[in-house]
């Protein structure tokens, strides 16, 4: 330090480049805490489309750059995490090109929506719902071409793993405010057949979650044990708007009576169980020959076409009470009669079920003929008026992205109304 200073003070030249040395130390530093400064108050300016991290930080992550606060508002400020899982859970499921497109395909179709709707928060510590994206869905048996979910409950479970290890959570609710989508016959009981269904219930592991499902029933049911959602099966909007295209829902309706699907001659099949609990046997019997009654049993790849032509459209039960015919005969402006009973249909704050269908009794389908002559005679007009507003017809189609009524802001809405499940705004309420 002597030296040092001897040294200054003996050469004014050495002293002016050291004065100007320590000025630019000085500036850098306070360049330096002023960046930092300026950084930590705007982190929302961090672009969001690259963060994709297992344990994702609390101070780089952002809102979703597509929020619209109005819409925002519409679901009660509701906030949605989606859990970014190892693609053997979705994505891989996907190089089958029919797991988007099938029946069952609700489950993609949601994930994919909310993926780019209002509600998406990127920071799952400001999130009042987490969303779980497992398909399970679309394991297709290579024997009848069905989907085969025998694997479902451990590929939940699996998920379930892997989340909760990785963030905290599932752990901090026990899974309350988790949702998940169960689209196939008995929802999440993840069986086709019922009594299989019953017998082995809901899995333990997602009886405190939320579970969006394709089966409902009035009163009590093993299967629907849980928060639960119904919602419509999948059918393609687009092949819907090809058909309208050519068949107007006003055109003309030249078909009285129509069902194309499986009807069993002899409702009791090698597992010793009833198909459709012999509804579908008694209505080719009875009617199999009336020429009022358009019934096919084979499967026609223009079937939508027919729908179009159609007054009245059967809606039969089958393994399961919900069809894919009730969507279809809905857009496509074809009475659904529905022959189920103690069905829950899907959205009936928005779609008005009793305005727009007929409800008969499993007792009564040998009356069916009686039953539509009396309706075709009397309010059947009344009732197409109602059933061709497009609105009804879209609460029950899929769209790419959540567009305003659609299916999936319909799943948001009914979402909206279970935020007393949210570990977050609970936390909140009680400080």
């Not at 190089?95 to 998406?120: D, G, P, T």
């Not at 089966?215 to 299967?223: I, L, M």
């Not at 409702?267 to 009875?286: E, Q």
């Not at 003929?369 to 497009?390: K, S």
């Amino acid at each position: 330090m002597k030296l040092l200073h001897s040294a200054r003070n003996s050469n004014p030249y050495k002293k002016s480049c050291y004065m100007l040395f320590k000025y630019a130390i000085w500036l850098s530093i306070s360049l330096y805490f002023l960046s930092s400064f300026l950084i930590t108050r705007h982190t929302t300016t961090i672009s969001t489309t690259t963060i994709s991290r297992s344990k994702p930080s609390r101070a780089l992550m952002a809102e979703n750059p597509h929020l619209d606060s109005s819409a925002r508002a519409k679901f009660n400020g509701m906030k949605i995490y989606v859990y970014d899982l190892p693609p053997q859970f979705n994505s891989d499921w996907l190089k089958n090109e029919r797991c988007s497109r099938h029946l069952f395909a609700s489950e993609v179709a949601i994930h994919r929506a909310v993926l780019s709707s209002e509600v998406r928060t990127f920071d799952p510590w400001q999130a009042d719902l987490f969303f779980v994206p497992v398909y399970v869905s679309c394991n297709f048996s290579e024997v009848n071409g069905f989907p085969a979910i025998g694997h479902a409950r451990a590929l939940i479970a699996s998920a379930i793993q892997h989340l909760s290890s990785d963030l905290p959570f599932w752990n901090h609710s026990r899974g309350s405010d988790h949702v998940f989508v169960a689209s196939h016959d008995f929802g999440s009981c993840f069986h086709s057949m019922e009594d299989m269904a019953v017998s082995e219930g809901i899995p333990e592991v997602l009886r405190n979650s939320i579970i969006l499902q394709t089966f409902g029933v009035k009163g009590k049911h093993p299967c629907q044990e849980v928060e639960n959602v119904v919602v419509p099966p999948y059918i393609s909007p687009e092949s819907v708007a090809n058909t309208l295209e050519a068949s107007p829902v006003t055109g003309r309706r030249d078909i009285f009576a129509f069902f194309r699907g499986k009807m069993e001659v002899h409702p009791k099949n090698v597992s010793g169980r009833y198909y459709s609990k012999r509804v579908r046997t008694t209505i080719l019997r009875k009617y199999g020959n009336d020429r009022r009654f358009y019934l096919r049993r084979h499967r026609f790849a223009g079937y939508q076409s027919e729908i179009a032509r159609s007054k009245f459209c059967l809606c039969p039960l089958g393994w399961a009470p919900w069809s894919p015919r009730l969507v279809e005969s809905v857009a496509l402006g074809c009475v659904p009669v529905i022959i189920a009973d103690g069905i829950r249909l899907p959205f009936p704050s928005a779609v008005p079920w009793a305005e727009i269908s007929l409800t008969v009794a499993e007792a009564d389908v040998g009356k069916l003929g009686g039953i539509l002559a009396h309706v075709a005679a009397t309010n059947l007009t009344a009732i197409q008026r109602n059933l061709w507003d497009p609105r009804a017809r879209k609460a029950l189609l899929f769209d790419d992205t959540v567009s305003e009524g659609d299916a999936t802001w319909q799943v948001l809405i009914a979402l909206s109304g279970k935020l007393d499940r949210s570990h977050r705004r609970s936390r909140v309420s009680t400080e």
